[in-house]
Nanobody, 123 residues
């Protein structure tokens, strides 16, 4: 049974930093592309960042580029999202995602989802 479990969400002020983590189990982690999506209230789920199987290639949405960093540790089966210079518009539930092949930036193509972790950024 595949499980993706996110952690690290919380409430913080604009300009702050937060690190999200996703622990994966039940799958051959190094065979999966990993990604982060987010969904704000009343909005569709949107792509945030992705990372290749070996961690050598990353992609980001324009809205987070330069502020967020995705990384993975295949020995620990974890993927992280370091978020800095947070803005109120970053407020959302953040989801970990896994798929074995490209593309991974489209929600409909994601194979496995985590349950989400909430991030709230106040002014």
């Amino acid at each position: 049974q595949v499980q993706l479990v996110e952690s690290g969400g919380g409430l913080l002020q604009a300009g702050g930093s937060l690190r999200l983590s996703c622990a994966a189990s039940g799958l051959t982690f190094s065979s999966y592309l990993m990604g982060w999506f987010r969904q704000a209230p009343g909005k569709e789920r949107e792509f945030v960042a992705s990372i290749s199987r070996g961690g050598y290639s990353t992609n980001y949405s324009d809205s987070v580029k330069g502020r967020f960093t995705i990384s993975r540790d295949n020995a620990k089966n974890t993927v992280n999202l370091q978020m800095s210079s947070l803005k109120p518009e970053d407020t959302a539930v953040y989801y970990c995602a896994a798929r074995t092949q490209l593309p991974i930036n489209v929600p409909d193509f994601v194979r496995y989802w985590g349950q989400g972790t909430r991030v709230t950024v106040s002014l």
